[in-house]
């Protein structure tokens, strides 16, 4: 999901692979052959060279919007891909107003500072590869294939640069492959409606995401990767995609990836694609087309420039719902035959190994849209009207009774009496960090215990960061900047186990031994403890979600 943090971030990024490049500039231009297609690459360091931008699948735009993606025919041709394409079409930033300044133009300078850095367009399902100078087609090097996050409403490959992971593996002598995809986001990517279900195209950007999967397969090998050595991974919306694709078609993951690696994302608890109607209903009355018999086929005659507003009008991340986000994952009867977190209950999850972890703070930057939350009644208000409207006053007393203002539980976590912005968010931080992400992981990972292997993290870094503490995105740090998740990526895409001689050792999690591997500040900068806090709270958040899915 998106944050300041995550722009933050993409810029430091985007500088870094600048400066690579210019080091590189002297290279001789790098060539692979697809089908009697030539692609020309560019060296992005001494180590390694990068081919951007390919697309994996026709254009979605015109007929084809709306519409499952479609293969590319045989390439052909010769093909200079040096640059990352452009991003699918992003929802608009609506940023909460914490400075004074008025509310346009905050707004305005978010939108204008994140287009120009990270431009996008209809026309956005590409690919990108980077890979160690060495590789060949025999290399059989294994993958890491990136999905990035965004709150399934923005984002773009192009805010991370792979290079770094890539000489870290040439580094450790362990290289491996990174592969980084663009998928259509907000209303382009999740539409939901019962007309949706009728036409079978739900989930839209999980089968973007899919579809750059099965481009892996068949092409890989001319770039040195294995196509048999295949691990997803991603971060926030895109580890919840990963986490998608181990329970989509049943749990059949067709043979396209052998591990998986979370962070700040697990099975979520959402409902039927009927359950995002309204927002389906209120785009189609804003473009015109309410008068239709085919609502869904008068959508794709839109103008791009109308259905972009009607999209972005539509709630973002930051507006007062927060979390209760209008475009994710949902049941569609195809890809995703049942409620998520059902299909983990009924035990439909590719039988891969995989790692899965969260920040301590996950909630407090998306309770900065709720600062006007202030009292008991309107904290209950909010529940009930937006996340529990189906909850009984029982349900709801024992909510309460879990999750209360008691500065002193909240989130910043073991802060204290700081971080107080208001009476109500250090409650609200931490009911939205368990209910979304904290409590779902553990679900996951209780429900799997002792069928597949796997391995828990807690990030706690950054505590000292006012009012957000350890927030959500934090841990990207660790694993782009050379911290130690990157060598336990490296080594749980090469031996299906992030232990090797570089790290401290991470032992595994079961539910009789629920070890997290904890990154924290100061001298000793990890430790191992146990999934064992809140335990009461996340329990009966699950029961909850699981009776009244998003």
């Known amino acids: 999901m998106f944050s300041g943090a995550l722009l933050v971030s993409g810029i430091l990024l985007q500088a870094r692979a600048a400066a690579g490049s210019a080091t590189a500039r002297a290279a001789a231009a790098?060539?692979?052959?697809?089908?009697?297609?030539?692609?020309t690459g560019t060296s992005s360091t001494s180590n390694t060279q990068s081919f951007l931008g390919i697309p994996f699948a026709q254009p979605p735009v015109g007929d084809l919007r709306f519409r499952l993606p479609a293969p590319v025919p045989a390439y052909t041709g010769s093909h200079t891909v040096t640059q990352f394409g452009?991003?699918?079409?992003?929802?608009?930033?609506?940023?909460?107003?914490?400075?004074?300044?008025?509310q346009e133009v905050i707004d305005y300078v978010a939108n204008s500072a994140f287009a120009v850095l990270f431009p996008s367009d209809e026309d956005c399902l590409t690919i990108n590869v980077i890979k160690p100078k060495t590789a060949s087609s025999t290399s059989k090097l294994p993958v890491v294939a990136w999905i990035f996050g965004g709150?399934?409403?923005?984002?773009?490959?192009?805010?991370?640069?792979?290079?770094?992971?890539?000489?870290?593996?040439?580094?450790m002598g362990e290289p491996v492959i990174y592969v980084s995809m663009n998928y259509r986001l907000s209303a382009f990517g999740f539409l939901a409606s019962k007309e949706v279900r009728a036409a079978g195209i739900g989930n839209l950007g999980l089968q973007d995401q899919r579809q750059a999967l099965?481009?892996?397969?068949?092409?890989?090998?001319?770039?040195g990767g294995d196509p048999a050595k295949v691990t997803i991974w991603g971060e926030s919306a895109g580890a919840i995609s990963v986490a998608m694709h181990m329970i989509a078609n049943n749990g059949d993951n067709e043979g396209l990836f052998r591990a998986a690696f979370m962070e700040s994302g697990s099975p979520i608890p959402t409902g039927p694609v009927e359950n995002g109607q309204k927002y389906y209903d209120a785009i189609v009355q804003e473009v015109g087309c309410s008068s239709a018999a085919d609502t869904l086929?008068?959508?794709?005659?839109?103008?791009?420039?109308?259905?972009?507003?009607?999209?972005?009008?539509?709630?973002?991340?930051?507006?007062f719902q927060s979390l209760a986000l209008a475009w994710v994952p949902r049941e569609d009867g195809t890809f995703l035959t049942d409620n998520p977190q059902r299909l983990v209950q009924q035990g439909k999850v590719a039988n891969v190994p995989f790692i899965t972890g969260d920040c301590d703070d996950e909630g407090t930057l998306f309770s900065l849209?709720?600062?006007?939350?202030?009292?008991?009644?309107?904290f209950n208000t909010w529940i009930k009207t937006i996340w529990l409207p189906g909850a009984t006053a029982a349900q709801l007393n024992t909510f309460a009774s879990l999750y209360t203002d008691d500065i002193l539980d909240g989130s910043p976590f073991d802060t204290g009496i700081l971080n107080v912005l208001t009476p109500q968010f250090k409650r609200i931080a931490?009911?939205?960090?368990?209910?979304?992400?904290?409590?779902?992981?553990?679900?996951?990972?209780?429900?799997?215990?002792?069928?597949?292997?796997?391995?828990?993290?807690?990030?706690?870094?950054?505590?000292?960061?006012?009012?957000?503490?350890?927030?959500?995105?934090?841990?990207?740090?660790?694993?782009?900047?050379?911290?130690?998740?990157?060598?336990?990526?490296?080594?749980?895409?090469?031996?299906?186990?992030?232990?090797?001689?570089?790290?401290?050792?991470?032992?595994?999690?079961?539910?009789?031994?629920p070890n997290m591997m904890t990154f924290l500040d100061g001298l000793f900068p990890t430790t191992i403890t146990q999934d064992t806090y809140r335990a009461a709270g996340m329990q009966f958040l699950t029961n909850l979600t699981l009776q009244f899915p998003l």
């Open 369 to 378: 849209s709720t600062l006007n939350i202030t009292t008991d009644a309107e």
């Open 151 to 171: 709150g399934f409403e923005l984002g773009s490959p192009a805010m991370y640069d792979g290079t770094a992971i890539v000489e870290r593996s040439i580094a």
């Open 86 to 102: 452009p991003g699918c079409p992003q929802q608009a930033i609506k940023l909460p107003d914490l400075t004074g300044l008025e």
């Open 30 to 39: 790098p060539t692979v052959t697809l089908d009697g297609g030539v692609f």
């Open 297 to 319: 086929e008068c959508l794709r005659t839109v103008p791009f420039a109308a259905l972009k507003a009607a999209q972005d009008a539509s709630p973002f991340i930051f507006a």
């Open 214 to 223: 099965r481009w892996i397969q068949k092409y890989i090998t001319a770039f």
């Open 430 to 513: 931490a009911f939205q960090g368990d209910g979304v992400f904290q409590a779902p992981r553990r679900f996951f990972q209780q429900t799997l215990s002792g069928k597949q292997n796997q391995w828990a993290f807690l990030s706690k870094r950054l505590k000292d960061v006012p009012f957000l503490g350890s927030f959500h995105a934090s841990d990207i740090l660790n694993i782009y900047f050379d911290g130690e998740m990157t060598d336990y990526l490296v080594n749980f895409a090469g031996t299906l186990n992030p232990n090797g001689r570089t790290v401290p050792n991470w032992p595994a999690y079961t539910t009789a031994t």
